[in-house]
């Protein structure tokens, strides 16, 4: 049987604390091929943590450990900081949840869209506008060439989203890592930025690994979920099978969700009378 895409097996992630180390991702084991996989669970879980070990991206006073973590057969644990750097953005790309904050307001669109193929292909200036036009239209932005020539505050949320989307997708990363990436976008944008997540993940043959609290989106986009608590995994399932899950952790996630039939009612509280 081939390897998977990504292979994380046994990752711990610890910070140090007053009373010692604190472990706040336990051991857990997942893997992504070409296909969505969710990493669901509510804050605090570890699941963003997680992304990060991924990506080599742990604050300098975190430790890590795992059994194994490679990337396409590459062994993730042993790479030196240019292989992060020759990785990052190249082999795998990360989304972050708000693009006020991961675009950069002092340069325009083009340039930052523009950033990956600087550092990891010789194409020339025009062919670098010229792909970078062609991302913009993928993400479906009206008016590709006016935006490039924009600076990040002419653009609305979902603008920008798109924006980051293409960044991340402009060099044709294997794997992407999305982390909440539609929590700053209003209910029907989230639901239009995580179509086209999907749309081009079919269409690039890519990996996704979505980081998120909202399982009834996991339900609707992803192939897979990990159910994530207290930094472990509680539970592994079809996405589709979310609502019949055999956690009571993860059954009482679909309970608590937000609806109109729930609206002005107290949500349930797991564990609440045991």
Known sequence: MAEPLLSVQDLSVSFPSAAG?????DGIGFSVDREIVALVGESGSGKSMTGR????????HAQMRAARLSFGGQDLLSLPASGWNALRGNGIGLILQDPKYSLNPAHKVGRQVEETLLLHTRLSGAERREQALDM???VGLPD?????????????GGMGQRVMIAAMLIN?????????????????L????????RSLTEEFGMGLLLISHDLQQVAQFADRAVVMRGGRIEEELASADLANAQSAYT???WAARPSAKTYGTRLPVYGAGA
């Open 53 to 60: 070990a991924i990506m080599g991206l742990l604050p300098h």
């Open 172 to 188: 044709r990363p294997k794997l992407l890592i999305a982390d909440e990436p539609t929590s700053a976008l209003d209910r029907e």
């Open 21 to 25: 180390m604190v472990r706040v991702v």
């Open 136 to 138: 913009l239209h993928k």
């Open 190 to 197: 989230q639901s239009q930025i995580l179509a086209l997540l």
């Open 251 to 253: 059954r009482a996630l």
């Open 144 to 156: 590709p060439k006016r935006v490039y020539s924009s600076y990040p505050a002419a653009l609305s």
